[in-house]
Structure formats: C-alpha cells, structure tokens
C-alpha cells in the first residue's frame, strides 16, 4: 500500500509537528500542500537552482530532493521561521534595505542559506559568502546586493551599528 | 510540476537487515543514500524503483577514521563532511579537494561519498524528463533501443561524471563490497565497467560497505577538473594524477581521465612515460600526448567535443606541472 498516508512527527520552526501525507512526497511537497507553508518555493524540482533550500538540522539542503520520511525526528526551518518577537530577522531587514531582490521567488531560499553561514562564521569575507551562496540561482539581480545585504546583517548580527554604504543605495555618483 | 513515482520507503539500521529488505523487493529495489542522483532520475523516470532503501540510517556506513596505516571512510559521508574532516583534510588533501568541486554545497550536504562514487552515468539524450525522452523515442539506457550519440553502436555512451571516481582509482584505493554472499574487496578500478549501462561490475543488490585509502606515505597526487561554471557544474573532464617518488625520480604514475569515457579512465602509456624520470618538460610532454590519444570524448555532454579533448593536453599538462611543483 505505497499510497496510504503515513503520519510523521517533526520539529518545524522550533515547534513540534504532526502531519500526515503520501510517503513518497519530498519535504518541499510536504511543506507546501500538507503544511500550508508556501515561503518554500518549486524551482527545478531537480536539485539544480536551490530555490527550495530550508535547513534541516542547521544545514541548507534542497527539499525537492528530501523525502519527507527522511525528515522524522529532525528539526526543519523556513523561511516562515526566521522572523521572531514581531521583527524580522536582521538578514530579512537587510535584504530590503538593499533591495536584495527583484522578483523576489528565490529570496527565502537565500535567507537560509546565508543564515545557515552567518551561523558558522560571524565575519565571512566576499569570498565565503559567495561560495555559501553558490548553489542558490537569482536570475533577476545579479548578486552584488545579495553578499551585500549578507555582509550588512553580518555586521549587525556581530553588534556593530552598520549602515549600508551610500553607493549601495544610490550607486557612485 | 516533476513528482517522484509512488514507492515504498525502508529505513533499515543494519547492513544485514538491508540486504534482506533487499532481496525481498528483487529487482525492483534499490538502495538509495543522498538521494541527490536517484531522486532527480525518478522524478524524470530514468530509474523506477518500486522500493527504496536507506543507507543513511546505517550507522557502521558513516564512519571515517585512520586504520591500519590508511583510512577507512564509510560510504555514507557526506561530501560536505568529507571535506571537513581533519584526517582527509591532513593527509588526502588531494580526496577532500575532489570532493569539494562536486556540485554545490548545499547538494554536498546531502550527496555521499559512496554516491558519487556509484554515479549514474550521463548523457545529454538521457538526462531529461521523460515527456523530452519520449519525443526522440528514448535511448537505449532507458525505454529505447537506439544510442543517439552513435545511432550504429551496440552500447550506450553515457559518461562517467564522478569526481572523487577517478582519484580514488589514481590513489588505489579499494572498495569492500557487501552482499548477500558475503563481502568482497575491489581495487576501485574493478568497480567501474567502460558501458554506459553497466557502469559498475558492484551486483544490484550488494552494498558499497567501505572505501579504504591507501596509507598516505610517499605519494602525491593533484586533481584538475574542467566544467562550464565555476560555481557547480558536473565534470566534462577531470584529470587525476598520481605520483610515487623515489627521491627525485618517479617510482611509479598513474593518470586517470573522467568525463571521457563510461568509466574513469585510466591511462598506463602516459604513468609509463613519468615513470623512471625526474618529471622533466619532456617526461610531462610525452605523458600528455599518451593522454590525449585514447581520450575519446563524444557529443553527449557540454561544449564541443573536439575542444574538450583538446583540453585533455592542458588539463593533463597543468596536473603534472602541479606535481612537480609541490615536490618537496
């Protein structure tokens, strides 16, 4: 009977979960069709643009590649997540106040893998941020803003009171 | 939306358990770790297996540590815990720089070892969904009967696409394979088979239990890898050299080409050229050429294939020069 639904109980957003769904779905179906909770988002499907990216057990990994049986007993965090206390995650802020963003779709998938990193590393250079990143496609920016708004939240989250750079905002004049 | 097929799921904490979970589903199981290579061919229905198994859940398959002078690392590693490790790190740098260039980290922090390792060959015609597969009326690796690549050949061409494959043949390491049979252990060039099918001579339903590093004494080996994107891409070729020094002189090579055949390639005539001289231009000249002859790259991969096999006289250049250039 691969069909029936089996019942599965795991951390979601430091909450414990219960949630029963058709055994051979991946995580990302999981979260979105059994959980309600569309932050993650479909992009290949294929393990190849990471949009899909949340954290199991503190690590970035692909959902649309994690069956949801594999997750039972794990802690999972999305995007859904990361804001706390009614104010978003630094991070969140800072991809705003860069304009990290255009379209926006492979935003959440972002976020959590520079969160995972900031987790790791408090002062990452450039050049860690972009290997962090390097399995998260943005088709619309660019990425300049994207290790940006890392390095402006980087600096927050150590306690500094940073402020992005002028040309960041308004380009060189 | 690509959904994997219905199968049922096992989750075994035992090698033996699994093996029998094995053999109770026959030829429709198959095992799975990461799950970064099988789920992406079920999703496009290149593999349908009705039962999957999890390694992942083994504990005996997840360790790595020194034994015996080498190291034994279990084939559930993770690539990104593979490069972390400080004995790989320490001693087989050359392994952990491989395992480094696979994929992205996020696909790292899921992918094994053991899976790159058994990677599924690939091939333009065959790695796409099955509605794109049923428009060219398949391939002979799945549904067809014809290689698109050379309509007139009786075999497939897909290609080895491993990177941490042909390092592990360079160094020599062995492989112990378990089945239901009992266990067995293979140097890790008797794994792979030159058949885009058949790539691996490991029976379906054993396990690749260990892989075992040779002791890290008086060897160097370096490993260069060409792909279209810095960031990840999977190899369109791969260049592993190894080197054993007797003093200034070579004692022995090995050259070991992936991405240009069904399996990683190794290529004796270019070792015999190092072997016995101090690794002059000369030597790396004439090892170099004996690489570019047998590499055979063809037109199911990235960029065109008379440029890649060019390539295989730079890649293979540049490896050795890095040989010689970390001598100490």
């Known amino acids: 009977m691969p069909d029936a639904k089996v019942k599965l109980a795991f951390e979601l957003n430091s909450e414990p979960v219960e949630v029963a769904f058709a055994p051979h779905k991946t995580l990302l179906e999981v979260l979105r069709e059994d959980l309600g909770l569309t932050g993650t988002k479909h992009g290949c499907e294929l393990g190849e643009c990471g949009t899909c990216t949340v954290l199991v057990d503190g690590k970035p990994v692909l959902s649309c590649l994690v069956l949801g049986l594999a997750c039972a007993g794990h802690r999972v965090k999305t995007v859904e997540g990361m804001a706390g206390g009614g104010s978003l995650h630094p991070l969140q802020d800072a991809f705003a106040e860069l304009g990290a963003a255009q379209c926006g779709y492979c935003t959440p998938a972002f976020l959590l893998a520079a969160e995972a990193l900031l987790g790791e590393t408090a002062r990452p250079t450039r050049d860690e941020i972009k290997q962090a990143l390097s399995g998260n496609l943005c088709r619309c920016t660019g990425y300049l803003k994207i290790y940006e708004a890392v390095e402006l939240a980087a600096a927050r989250l150590r306690g500094e009171d940073a402020k992005p750079a002028p040309e960041s905002l308004y380009g060189v004049r | 939306m690509l959904r994997l097929p219905s199968f049922t799921y096992l989750q075994p904490n035992t090698l033996a358990l699994a093996l029998r979970m094995k053999a109770d589903a026959g030829p429709e199981g198959t095992y799975v770790a990461g799950g970064t290579d099988l789920y992406p061919n079920m999703k496009r229905r290149q593999q349908e297996p009705r039962t999957v198994i999890s390694l992942m859940t083994i504990p005996e398959l997840a360790g790595c540590g020194i034994r015996d002078g080498g190291c034994a690392v279990g084939p559930c590693v993770t690539l990104t815990d593979l490069c972390a490790h400080p004995a790989i790190r320490q001693h087989y740098d050359t392994v952990a720089h491989a395992a480094e260039l696979v994929s992205t980290p996020l696909l790292r922090n899921m992918g094994t070892l053991g899976g790159n390792l058994c990677l599924d060959t690939r091939c333009n ?20 009967h014809i290689c698109w690549v050379a309509p007139s050949s009786p075999r497939c061409w897909a290609v080895s696409s491993s990177d941490v494959a042909p390092v592990m043949v360079a160094l020599g ?11 067995r252990i293979v140097p890790a060039a008797r794994l792979y088979a030159n058949d885009g099918i058949n790539y691996l ?29 810095g960031s990840f891409d999977f190899p369109v070729l791969g260049v592993a050299a190894w080197l054993k020094w007797d003093g200034r002189r070579v004692a022995a090579a090995r050259v070991v080409l992936g991405g240009v055949a069904s399996r990683p390639q190794e290529v004796v005539e270019a070792g015999a050229a190092l072997t016995g001289t101090d690794l002059s231009d000369e030597a790396i000249g004439a090892a170099t050429e004996a690489a570019y002859r047998p590499a055979k790259p063809l037109d199911n991969t990235d960029f065109d294939l008379s440029w890649r096999k060019q390539m295989t006289r730079v890649y293979v250049k540049a490896a050795l020069e890095e040989l010689r250039a970390r001598r100490r």
């Open chain 2, 173 to 183: 390491a062995e492989f112990r394979l378990v089945g239901p049979n009992g266990e």
């Open chain 2, 125 to 144: 015609y065959y790695d796409q969904t099955y509605e794109w597969r049923k428009a060219i009326d398949f391939c002979m690796k799945k549904d067809g």
């Open chain 2, 201 to 229: 001579t490991k029976q379906p339903d054993e396990i690749l239990a260990e892989v075992r590093l040779p002791p890290a004494d008086g060897w160097d080996a370096v490993y260069h890898k060409l792909r279209r994107r």
